[in-house]
C-alpha cells in the first residue's frame, strides 16, 4: 500500500494522465456498457426473466438518466484533467481539492453520473440483471469509497471525503 501512496502522490504530465484515463474509459464506457445493454438482457432471456418495459416511458427516463449521467460525468472528468492536475483514477489522484464545477454540487460528481448512466442503460432495455448489476456496481463504488478514500491516497479530493 505504501508503493501505491507514493506513486499516487506524484504529478503526472498531461499525456500520462489523457493515457490513463482513456484505458480506465474502454472499461467504463466500453465493456460495462456493453454488459448492460447486450449481455445481461440476454441473460435474463436465458433466465426467463421478465423484461420491465413500459414503452415510451423506458425510452424518456433511460434518455434523461444517460443524458444527465454522461454530462456530470465528462464534466466532471474534465475538471479533473485541466484544473486539478489528476485523473479520475486512484493512482492518479487529483493533486488539488476540488470545490468548483460540478464537486460545488456533489462530492462525487463522477460516481453520481456513472450510476445514472448506467441505469439509464439498465432502464433501457428493461433488464432486470442489468438493474441489478448497476445497484450492486453503485454498492461497489460507494463502499470504495467510504472505506479506501479514508486511508487517503495522497489526493486532496480524498482529504474531503
Same mark, same amino acid.
Given at each position: +500500500?505504501?508503493?501505491? $501512496?507514493?506513486?499516487?502522490?506524484? #504529478?503526472?504530465?498531461?499525456?500520462? #494522465? ?22 445481461? *438482457? ?9 423484461? =420491465? ?22 464534466? %466532471? /472528468?474534465? /475538471? $479533473?484533467?485541466?484544473?486539478? @492536475? &489528476? !485523473? ?5 489522484? !487529483? $493533486? ?5 464545477? *460540478?464537486?460545488?454540487?456533489? #462530492?462525487?460528481? +463522477?460516481?453520481?453520473? !456513472?450510476?445514472?448512466?448506467? &441505469?439509464?442503460?439498465? /432502464?433501457?432495455? &428493461? %433488464? ?5 448489476? /448497476? =445497484? ?14 479514508? @486511508? ?7 482529504? %474531503?471525503?
Amino acid at each position: +500500500m505504501k508503493t501505491y $501512496q507514493k506513486w499516487a502522490q506524484r #504529478r503526472h504530465s498531461l499525456v500520462q #494522465r489523457l493515457a490513463a484515463s482513456l484505458a480506465a474509459g474502454v472499461l467504463i464506457v466500453g465493456l460495462i456498457p456493453i454488459a448492460l445493454l447486450i449481455w445481461l *438482457p440476454r441473460l435474463d432471456a436465458r433466465l426467463n426473466l421478465p423484461q =420491465v418495459l413500459f414503452t415510451p416511458v423506458n425510452q424518456i427516463i433511460a434518455g434523461l438518466l444517460i443524458t444527465a449521467g454522461m454530462a456530470f460525468g465528462l464534466w %466532471s /472528468v474534465y /475538471v $479533473q484533467l485541466a484544473h486539478a @492536475e &489528476g !485523473t479520475p483514477l486512484p493512482m492518479m489522484p !487529483t $493533486q488539488r481539492l476540488l470545490v468548483d464545477g *460540478p464537486f460545488r454540487l456533489c #462530492r462525487n460528481p +463522477m460516481t453520481l453520473g !456513472t450510476l445514472l448512466a448506467y &441505469g439509464g442503460m439498465a /432502464v433501457l432495455v &428493461g %433488464s432486470l440483471s442489468a438493474l441489478c448489476t /448497476v =445497484v450492486v456496481i453503485g454498492g461497489l463504488l460507494l463502499s470504495y469509497l467510504h472505506f479506501c478514500g479514508r @486511508e487517503g491516497t495522497g489526493s486532496a479530493v480524498w482529504a %474531503s471525503v
